[in-house]
T-cell receptor, first 113, second 111 residues
Framework: DTGVSQDPRHKITKRGQNVTFRCDPI?????LYWYRQTLGQGPEFLTY????????KSRLLSDRFSAERPKGSFSTLEIQRTEQGDSAMYLC???????????FGSGTQLSVL | GQQLNQSPQSMFIQEGEDVSMNCTSS?????WLWYKQDPGEGPVLLIA???AGELTSNGRLTAQFGITRKDSFLNISASIPSDVGIYFC???????????WGAGTKLIIKP
């Protein structure tokens, strides 16, 4: 069990640039989640996948955000035309279908200058 | 937005003291999860609770699922320096297993 892996761990970008993050879930976990977390807050749900299907998206996920999980394994989260308000920790998590336990990666810390 | 009330917001304690924190909600949950998060890291699952009234331990940690299914508490006995961090409760309801999070309890141990 290698755990949930996220890449990169840190990303600094200029406002207006596009960024893409990757998440590799625990193998055999068919459910994958993306969360955003700002300082002093708990994680906020963004979206989740069951296999390759994106089943739910939060209202927090503006049209500048897009997530994919093309083969039902790893997932990418892209933010286009980044804004300073996008600065946050982006967390990926996965779980096995039917299991309640959700396991998180170490996150990608995004700083938009 | 968050729908769980987690308290206290922060705690300053002496090493060796016991710690207690709780989460309450106006809604019923099917599952309660407690996580610990260190700076710059993702949350790590500590304890999962599945039934009302359930009391579960993990080493020095003990958590309970409230009888009303609207609350949960976490106790840490004989705290040690590595217990420092932010503890989050998360409640789960519905079939999509989406978690609702508390705002966290920051634990600080006085040297």
């Amino acid at each position: 069990d290698t755990g949930v892996s996220q890449d990169p761990r840190h990303k600094i970008t200029k406002r207006g640039q596009n960024v893409t993050f990757r998440c590799d879930p625990i193998s055999e976990h068919n459910r994958l989640y993306w969360y955003r977390q700002t300082l002093g807050q708990g994680p906020e749900f963004l979206t989740y996948f069951q296999n390759e299907a994106q089943l739910e998206k939060s209202r927090l996920l503006s049209d500048r955000f897009s997530a994919e999980r093309p083969k039902g394994s790893f997932s990418t989260l892209e933010i286009q035309r980044t804004e300073q308000g996008d600065s946050a920790m982006y967390l990926c998590a996965s779980r096995r279908q039917g299991a309640e336990k959700l396991f998180f990666g170490s996150g990608t810390q995004l700083s938009v200058l | 937005g968050q729908q769980l009330n987690q308290s206290p917001q922060s705690m300053f304690i002496q090493e060796g003291e016991d710690v207690s924190m709780n989460c309450t909600s106006s809604s019923i949950f099917n599952t309660w999860l407690w996580y610990k998060q260190d700076p710059g890291e993702g949350p790590v699952l500590l304890i999962a609770l599945y039934k009302a009234g359930e009391l579960t331990s993990n080493g020095r940690l003990t958590a309970q699922f409230g009888i009303t299914r609207k609350d949960s508490f976490l106790n840490i006995s004989a705290s040690i320096p590595s217990d420092v961090g932010i503890y989050f409760c998360a409640g789960q309801r519905g079939s999509n297993y989406q978690l609702i999070w508390g705002a966290g309890t920051k634990l600080i141990i006085k040297p």
